[in-house]
């Protein structure tokens, strides 16, 4: 497990909850003491156009603090899907998030949307034919399900639940129905924690998740996985919650 990150992300870029000052720090202390980080490097602009349109890449350029860490975001998200698709499992540990960027729209603190930029880019490319989108944020990831709606090469989950085991027992259905694909990528939203705003998950259902995502990559697309950080308020489980993804995505249950 590689963990893409850089040192601006911990930049104070708005005011809203995923820019909160420190959001990141028990994150990426927890995980370097496990794992090993490489440094994202923004994406180019020309992979963004695979989804955002010009005017909505213009609207985010005009916000200066916030758009060189969108690019970094979507870049380092990228460089987790290039490293799955080489067999090597990758978490990007970025921000802002990017779930409810839709090609021409945003909002819920996303600008570009990360996880989308980066399976549009590997599928425009001809590295993929599928893809397999699992979203275990609190909130439906409006801006990829948008994004993919008309693509059928790419299948979006969002499993739902009103507690900790009718949610996990949701998650796993939705992954044993879900079509084989190229490569499974998770949208990782920590805010359904116990902790956090969605008051349902424990922190080790988010290992059982990692588990499954591992599981299914090994029999559908050769150990191709990689997940993206989108929401999750508490610092503190946010940790906790990522690190015990990660653990899982490296353990077979």
Same mark, same amino acid.
């Given at each position: ?29 927890? =995980?370097?003491?496990? @794992?090993? /980080?490489?440094?994202?490097? $923004? ?24 758009? $060189? ?10 460089? *987790? &899907? ?6 090597? $499992?990758? /978490?990007? =540990?970025?921000? $802002? +998030?990017?779930?409810?960027?839709? +090609? ?24 993929? &034919? ?17 994004? @993919? ?9 969002? +499993? ?13 259905? %939705?992954?044993?129905? *879900?079509? +084989? *694909?190229?490569?499974? &990528? ?31 990559? %090994? ?35």
């Amino acid at each position: 497990m590689k963990i893409i990150f850089h040192k601006d992300f911990h930049k104070t870029y708005t005011t809203d909850p995923a820019a909160a000052e420190g959001r990141l720090k028990p994150a990426e202390k927890k =995980l370097r003491r496990s @794992f090993d /980080f490489v440094s994202a490097q $923004p994406a180019k602009l020309i992979d963004i156009e695979r989804v955002h349109t010009k005017t909505h890449i213009r609207d985010v350029q005009r916000a200066t603090q916030v758009y $060189p860490l969108a690019l970094l975001a979507a870049g380092g998200t990228l460089q *987790a &899907a290039r490293l799955a698709l080489a067999g090597q $499992p990758a /978490f990007a =540990l970025v921000r $802002p +998030p990017g779930h409810h960027a839709s +090609p021409n729209s945003c909002w819920g603190f996303c600008y570009f949307n990360n996880i989308a930029v980066a399976v549009a880019t590997l599928l425009d490319e001809g590295l993929i &034919a599928t893809a397999l989108i699992l979203d275990i944020d609190l909130h439906f990831g409006d801006g990829t399900d948008n994004t @993919f709606d008309a693509r059928q090469e790419v299948e979006y989950l969002h +499993p739902e639940g009103s507690n900790n085991k009718d949610w996990l027992a949701e998650c796993r259905r %939705e992954l044993d129905a *879900a079509k +084989p *694909a190229d490569l499974i &990528a998770v949208s990782a939203g920590f805010d359904r924690h116990i902790e956090d705003w969605g008051t349902t998950l424990e922190t080790e259902s988010y290992r059982t998740i990692g588990s499954w995502v591992k599981d299914w990559a %090994e029999q559908h697309c050769r150990n191709r996985m990689f997940a993206v950080l989108e929401g999750g308020y508490n610092h503190e489980t946010l940790a906790d919650a990522a690190q015990a993804l990660a653990e899982g995505m490296q353990e077979s249950r």
